[in-house]
Nanobody, 122 residues
Framework: VQLQAYGGGLVQAGGSLRLSCTAS?????????MAWFRQAPGKERDFVSA???????HYTESVKGRFTISRDIAKNTVYLQMNNLKPEDTAFYYC????????????????WGQGTQVTVSS
């Protein structure tokens, strides 16, 4: 399974971006939980959001009400709609996947995309 993340960029505070992550290879996308993580310079990689194999969604507290995760099973793609972006959202964003339930620990994920940079200016 290969994951390709894209959609990052530079945006002003209060703006929006939508990240996409497409899976290719031998996938049964509906059986996978997909997640987004982010890593800012000098900081650890943190969980942002996940959508489980059965469609339930989960968010870290700091993005609730601003970010929305969704998926298109037919396209093997998961999205992260990010609204009302803040400078503290600046980070490299990674998508990750695993079969079964989701976890907030990145070490539990088997598959990772290459990441995409999100920069929010104040």
């Amino acid at each position: 399974v290969q994951l390709q993340a894209y959609g990052g960029g530079l945006v002003q505070a209060g703006g929006s971006l939508r990240l996409s992550c497409t899976a290719s290879g031998r996938t049964f996308f509906s059986r996978y939980s997909m997640a987004w993580f982010r890593q800012a310079p000098g900081k650890e990689r943190d969980f942002v959001s996940a959508i489980t194999w059965n469609g339930s969604t989960h968010y870290t507290e700091s993005v609730k009400g601003r970010f929305t995760i969704s998926r298109d099973i037919a396209k093997n793609t998961v999205y992260l709609q990010m609204n009302n972006l803040k400078p503290e959202d600046t980070a490299f964003y990674y998508c990750a996947g695993r079969q079964g339930q989701y976890f907030t620990a990145g070490a539990r994920y088997n598959y990772w995309g290459q990441g995409t940079q999100v920069t929010v200016s104040s």
